[in-house]
């Protein structure tokens, strides 16, 4: 080699070393200004589930590593956070919200589980070792930095973990009484933070010290005494009205600002947590807002979790969730998790039920809240089933498309973008339910959320225009409609959520004459729309349709295809009418012999069409069917001149059945299958399973099933109004399509039936699904269908009314029901059965055995002396 080769080599490797140790040497992008958060778009993922980075670090020793197990550490890690960061960048997400990061009980024996989701502490100010360490989290808040990215730590302020617990009577004036330690003999007997360790009531130190609410489980989450003091299952419940408590908290995760550079927290369980307390930890001088702003975090967000929910037409979970937001001499949380409108977006666009539910929760969502724009919105999270486990796709991208479009920041949870049904399903290959991994950013979900971030990204008026409520159908599915604007710019949003399509006739938007709609984004929907001279739009909205549109000038004027001098008038003015029968609706048109439609709650699909006389009048029978009390809407409609009537607003009670059938279930048998079948253990798991009796009484299109149970309950404050128990209903007409094997639990359909469509319900869901796609291990195609629901506590019965309509159902006369119970998680998986019962499992059984606890068989014929 010459000597100005090897010089030129030389030279090259001293180059090459130099640039790797700068690389090296690179201080960390730790510490950046926020950001508007109402701009931003969040990814949120629990570590453990997401990607295996560090294989090395998956277990610790203690049995507690098992990725076949939901129960167990599936081998997540930070390392593979950051291995991903370019898949979530590349959907569109600007912000990542992480699980609990902190070191966590590895191994709970009341709950046979991990600690694998974070929130479990033992130690507030330690990375658990299964996650990495802490320069693996300071890497990750470098790498979300330098792309421009933000960090978000989920927190805990309301507990530790599973420690401590009461057997027998409690008695709050000797607080030692019936108390035990859980883990006594465990390798994690206690937490090992200072001082959070001090968790045995029987030790004076620990007593003295009163770190901890000295107090069993929540019985009755009604009680804010109880809601706010005792111990959620057997997590040890912290004393946040401690001055030494409050001040190692507020420590412990300003340690996290400081070392690691999180840019917002996501506070969990916030509503079990006293006022008081958050006014402090965020707002005292040594709180969160003034050390996050001294180190250059002007708008530190923290949003709390109050998972109230409210009912149609009613904002006391607004009103709840609000309260956390304080006020102007009180304040608490800059912004709160949108939980209220999170639960109407399942029941409107999962469960079919009526548009002016969503609308009028987006209006309440605007009023209540302080800053709407900074409320992190979501259509399902680590806690909830999956938008997907009840509703269908078209219905999915609905609600994606909504979470885009209105005030607040989106959240996607991880797995939604690949379109993923189970809540805590890991997203790599050999993690927990998933053989292949599910990072394909190839996937239609996954290109829909980019076309949805692109948008957003795009248009400010997203992110911060004002919102107008435009339409909605208060009678069911249908339209919704609203418009934002900001500094000029203007978009509608419209959506169809019915599954036919629906007649827009002269629909109001608030615009000009002779404008252009560009579509901004759209689905199920094709051709062009145009503006008449009224400055009104007349079009066919296809069933599932989802438009987003842009008015623009025009520079030729179109002709209106509204003849003005064309007028159809109702004979019947009145919108109060109840009808129990068929009516006669009459009426005239200014021309005669025309064809005209009854349109009735905008189903143009299914119009019946009928003609005029040559005089221009005309008369037609609206049926009156279906059992049970509705209201509705008609118009009738002229397609030739674009001509439609007013709208006429009726009720329908129909009370005579034509079917009334009362079957008695044999009393005590619901153990099973086998007979030896064992409930859960846990406190508040009683008798909800037994039926006791079911009536079922139809007439027309519409069923009504009564279950009269051995116990109702509602001690979790479940929106359906109870709790402990799911029904599983399969209902079998004799089709050639039907199946026998019943989906998830283990069993088949008796004496040789087949089913042709199911409902699911429980506390927190209620959702329909068909043959399509069904097998022992999954469920069929959703419906998009939930039946109402009522639930009388007192009289221990549980209602479900179907509509025959919406489930393709003329007649339910011949048909076999069949019903059974079981229980499901709160995220709507069914529960383990093990041969030793457990708290939350039950017992008598292997995980294969049939999960029935009771079940009911019957065949709906209709009865003579039915009344």
């Not at 507030?124 to 808040?141: E, W």
């Not at 969730?321 to 304080?326: I, K, Q």
């Not at 219905?395 to 209105?406: I, S």
């Not at 279950?707 to 979790?716: A, G, H, N, Q, S």
Request: charged share 20%; net charge negative.
């Amino acid at each position: 080699m010459s000597i100005s080769t090897r010089s030129m080599a030389l030279l090259s490797i001293t180059l090459l070393l130099t640039a790797c140790s700068n690389e090296e040497d690179e201080p960390l992008q730790l510490h950046v200004p926020s950001p508007e958060w109402r701009d931003q778009v969040i990814y949120m993922l629990f570590i453990d589930r997401f990607d295996d980075g560090e294989p090395g670090n998956n277990d610790q020793g203690l049995g507690e590593f098992d990725p076949g197990k939901g129960s167990h550490f599936s081998g997540g890690d930070l390392q593979g956070v950051i291995d991903r960061l370019d898949y979530i960048k590349s959907l569109g997400a600007t912000a990542v919200w992480i699980s609990p990061p902190v070191a966590n009980q590895w191994w709970s024996t009341p709950y046979s589980a991990a600690g694998w989701h974070g929130y479990w502490a033992t130690d507030f100010k330690a990375v658990d070792r299964h996650f990495g360490t802490l320069d693996d989290y300071k890497q990750l808040s470098h790498e979300l930095h330098r792309r421009d990215m933000y960090l978000i730590q989920d927190i805990v302020a309301n507990h530790t973990g599973n420690f401590f617990a009461y057997s027998g009577d409690y008695d709050a004036k000797d607080t030692a009484k019936n108390f035990y330690l859980l883990e006594k003999d465990s390798t994690q007997p206690a937490p090992t933070q200072y001082p959070f360790n001090m968790v045995d009531r029987l030790n004076p130190e620990h007593a003295d010290a009163d770190v901890y609410h000295w107090t069993p489980s929540v019985i009755d989450y009604a009680d804010r005494y109880q809601e706010l003091n005792y111990s959620m299952g057997h997590l040890s419940d912290i004393n946040t009205e401690n001055p030494v408590v409050i001040n190692t908290l507020k420590d412990s995760y300003k340690y996290w600002i400081d070392e690691v550079g999180v840019d917002a927290f996501r506070v969990d369980t916030a509503i079990l947590v006293d006022h008081e307390f958050w006014r402090r930890f965020l707002h005292d001088e040594d709180g969160i807002y003034a050390h996050a702003t001294r180190a250059g975090k002007q708008h530190f967000l923290t949003f709390g979790e109050v998972s109230s929910v409210s009912q149609p037409y009613e904002d006391l979970g607004e009103q709840s969730v609000n309260s956390y937001l304080g006020t102007d001499e009180k304040p608490e949380f800059n912004s709160m998790l949108g939980y209220p409108l999170y639960g109407e977006i399942k029941n409107v666009l999962a469960y079919g039920a009526p548009t002016g539910q969503l609308a009028y929760r987006l209006q309440r969502f605007m009023e209540v809240y302080k800053d709407p724009f900074v409320v992190p919105n979501f259509v399902d999270n680590h806690d909830t089933p999956r938008f997907l486990s009840a509703g269908h796709g078209a219905a999915f991208k609905q609600a994606l498309a909504l979470l885009f479009t209105v005030p607040g920041i989106p959240i996607i949870y991880q797995g939604t973008e690949q379109s993923m049904t189970e809540t805590r399903q890991a997203m790599f290959s050999g993690g927990y339910q998933n053989e292949d991994g599910s990072f394909d950013s190839g996937s239609e979900n996954y290109i829909f959320v980019q076309r949805l971030t692109g948008l957003r990204s795009s248009y400010e008026v997203f992110s911060r225009g004002n919102m107008k409520l435009l339409d909605s159908n208060p009678h069911g599915p249908g339209i919704l409609a609203y418009r934002r604007e900001y500094l000029g710019e203007v978009v509608i949003v419209l959506m169809n959520t019915a599954d036919r399509s629906i007649l827009l006739h002269e629909f109001d938007a608030g615009l000009a004459s002779n404008q252009h709609l560009e579509q901004l984004f759209s689905e199920q929907f094709t051709g062009e729309i145009n503006v008449g001279i009224s400055g009104r739009l007349n079009m066919i909205l296809p069933a599932r349709a989802i438009l987003v549109l842009r008015p623009q000038a025009r520079d030729v004027a179109i002709e209106s295809t509204n003849n003005s001098d064309f007028e159809i008038d109702l004979d019947m003015r009145s919108n109060s009418h109840v009808f129990e029968n068929d009516f006669e609706l009459s009426g005239s048109s200014t021309s005669g012999n025309e064809r005209l439609k009854l349109i009735i709650n905008g189903d143009y699909e299914s119009a019946t069409e009928f003609m005029s006389d040559e005089y221009g009048r005309w008369a037609i029978t609206v049926p009156v069917r279906d059992f049970g009390e509705a209201s509705s809407y008609l118009q009738v409609y002229a397609e030739a001149h674009n001509g439609m009537s007013e709208k006429l607003t009726y009720t329908t009670r129909v009370t005579r059945p034509e079917m009334d059938i009362l079957q008695v279930d044999a009393p005590n048998d619901a153990f099973g299958p086998t007979g030896a079948y064992i409930n859960p253990q846990q406190a508040k798991s009683g008798q909800q399973r037994e039926i006791e009796a079911v009536q079922f009484r139809a007439a027309g299109r519409n069923l009504e099933m009564t279950l009269t149970m051995k116990e109702v309950t509602d001690d979790w404050r479940p929106p359906n109004g109870f709790d402990n128990v799911a029904f599983t209903v399969f209902f079998s007409r004799g089709s050639a399509d039907g199946r026998m094997s019943l989906p998830l639990i283990n069993a088949d359909m008796p004496k040789g039936l087949s089913w042709d469509f199911a409902h699911v319900a429980f506390g927190w869901g209620s959702y329909s699904y068909g043959t399509q796609g069904a097998g022992t291990h999954r469920q069929g195609s959703k419906l998009g269908v939930s039946p109402v629901v009522v639930t009388d506590k007192d009289e221990r019965t549980i209602s479900f009314t179907y509509e025959g309509a919406r489930l393709d159902v003329d007649n339910w006369a011949g048909m076999h029901v069949y019903v059974t119970t079981w229980h499901v998680s709160g995220e709507g998986s069914y529960d383990d059965i093990r041969p030793e019962p457990s708290e939350w499992f039950f017992g008598g059984a292997g995980n294969d055995a049939a999960k029935i606890m009771d079940d009911v068989l019957l065949v709906l014929e209709v009865s003579d002396d039915a009344d």
